[in-house]
């Protein structure tokens, strides 16, 4: 079969990419509009959830839409299509969430740069080119420079951006310049063309150049999800920022950075096979980092009383579980059982992740007022007297986080160590024993802190001035959604596991090239 002519792949990338610019578009318009109009917060937010849901329904009408996957700069594999439909989802959980957080002056320059984070997110998720890649993942960095500057509320918040902005400068230089040795590696930007490289013809890719890239990429990528030894900008960047904004930063950079990992990594570094040298590098290199991050996330947020420092390490912990599957990962090979199940397991992580942490974050915002923030754990002591939903959808979301059964952030932590189980039961190295092992004890001590927060909410008297204000009903439905959704995935998984399966075939299949498109799998 004839390879399609390059118009041909320039119309089904555009067509691809259509719910991606229609959402830039009209990101650029609110933008500009901002400057000469002056509508209430409420009708910008309206306009930006109008777009999400017309790009939610094109998405779903380019279901089945095909491309040559060596000649396309962008994919609508089963990989790209459900994480550009979870990415747009969770974007309706943190639109709900902003809705009142912004004042009229500064709504269209908010929501327009919300929307560029979720397209560049969604280009991420879709890149199958290593400049169209970075081009994704910079649109969502620059917005989040605007977003951070916007609020300014006091010295602490400008520290925050400031730092944000000069360490996201650095970590993109980091990742360019490993994006570049991995092109002068091969020759070829195509990251399916990378993989198929990598797999027919390992021995022409020389592996110190190999590891240079990883190291350079991983450092890159490591930043976005908070990853040890690059995460020391998170805690401060989270206390000092809106809450709305440190929901943001939780979920969405560590989304397109695991993604991101998948797409350049995990697929193409592990398409080399058994005997390709950088496998045992990069697996060596994931250890190091996953115990790093998870013992120190969990280590430092037992100490913290601040809430906002405590879901700061919270996150970088939960960097170091999904560190731990992207490790097992690495060595995805054609029939690799346990390597497939770590890249499923670091899928249905990230999914439970985004309900359990915007659910959390959007109970401090429901509860919290100008005239009194919620800014220390106490701050939520008796709130199942004075607001028993509210304790109960937090409750719920903390017990996701925790890993307790039945819940999704039980699901993705089982699916996740099972994976590291099962390798190391095929390796003669006793390295993934010790992962499991050291990632099962970080989550047993990472539960005790997010308990004490049930035990305050619940055991504990309420203040002398409880909270008693009215909650907006988008931020109910919102947080809701995120404590129901965490229920029924623990409960009813399959929907979930099916889509995630579809997601690691697509990520590691590299069909002959001259062959028939990949389609979507059903």
């Not at 250890?287 to 913290?304: E, F, R």
């Not at 097992?328 to 346990?338: L, R």
Request: charged share 10%; proline share 5%; with cysteine.
């Amino acid at each position: 079969m004839l390879p399609p002519s390059s118009l041909e792949i320039a119309r089904q990338t555009l067509l691809i990419l259509v719910p991606e610019l229609l959402i830039l578009l009209v990101a650029t318009v609110m933008m500009t509009a901002g400057a000469f109009v002056r509508f209430p917060r409420r009708l910008w937010c309206g306009i930006a959830t109008g777009t999400m849901l017309a790009a939610l329904l094109i998405l779903f009408g380019l279901r089945h839409q095909t491309i040559d996957v060596y000649s396309a700069i962008a994919l609508n594999d089963a990989f790209s299509y459900n994480a550009r439909l979870v990415l747009i989802l969770a974007g309706f959980i943190v639109l709900a969430l902003a809705h009142d957080q912004v004042d009229d002056a500064r709504a269209p320059e908010f929501f327009g740069a919300f929307l560029m984070i979720n397209a560049g997110s969604m280009l991420v998720a879709a890149s199958n080119e290593l400049i169209f890649l970075f081009v994704g993942l910079e649109l969502v960095s620059m917005p989040t420079y605007l977003l951070l500057y916007l609020s300014r509320r006091n010295a602490g918040t400008q520290e925050a951006a400031t730092k944000y902005f000069f360490l996201s400068l650095f970590s993109s230089a980091l990742l360019l310049y490993g994006l570049a040795f991995l092109y002068g590696l091969t020759g070829v930007s195509n990251l399916k063309a990378l993989a198929y490289i990598t797999q027919h013809m390992s021995a022409v890719v020389n592996p110190n150049l190999m590891l240079i890239a990883l190291v350079f990429i991983m450092a890159g990528l490591g930043f976005r999800v908070a990853a040890v030894p690059f995460h020391f900008y998170a805690p401060d960047v989270y206390q000092g920022s809106p809450t709305v904004i440190t929901a943001l930063l939780a979920w969405v950079p560590k989304a397109i950075g695991f993604l991101a990992m998948a797409r350049v990594l995990t697929s193409v570094v592990s398409a080399g096979g058994p005997g390709f040298i950088t496998i045992d590098r990069a697996v060596a290199l994931g250890w190091i980092m996953a115990v790093a991050t998870m013992t120190l996330g969990n280590t430092v947020a037992l100490l913290q009383d601040n809430l906002k420092r405590l879901l700061a390490y919270s996150s970088i912990a939960h960097a170091g579980y999904l560190l731990v599957g992207t490790t097992v990962a690495f060595t995805y090979t054609a029939g690799s059982t346990p390597a497939f199940f770590g890249l499923q397991g670091v899928l249905i992580y990230l999914v439970a992740y985004a309900l359990m942490t915007l659910g959390a974050f959007g109970v401090i915002i429901a509860l919290s007022t100008p005239e009194r923030p919620i800014e220390n754990v106490n701050d939520l002591s008796g709130l199942a007297q004075t607001h028993p939903v509210i304790a109960l959808a937090m409750a719920v979301c903390l017990f996701s986080l925790a890993g307790i059964p039945p819940l999704a952030g039980f699901y993705g932590k089982f699916a996740i160590f099972m994976s590291v189980l099962d390798a190391a039961s095929g390796s003669t190295s006793s390295m993934l024993w010790w992962l499991a092992v050291i990632g099962m004890l970080n989550a047993a001590v990472g539960a005790y802190y997010y308990l004490r927060i049930v035990v305050l909410m619940y055991l504990r008297p309420a203040p002398s001035t409880p909270i008693n204000h009215r909650i907006a009903w988008p931020t109910l439905v919102a947080v809701g959604a995120c404590a129901v959704l965490s229920l029924l995935l623990g409960l009813l998984p399959a929907p979930l596991v099916r889509a995630t399966r579809e997601a690691t075939v697509a990520a590691g299949e590299l069909p002959e090239p001259g062959t028939a498109p990949i389609a979507l799998v059903k």
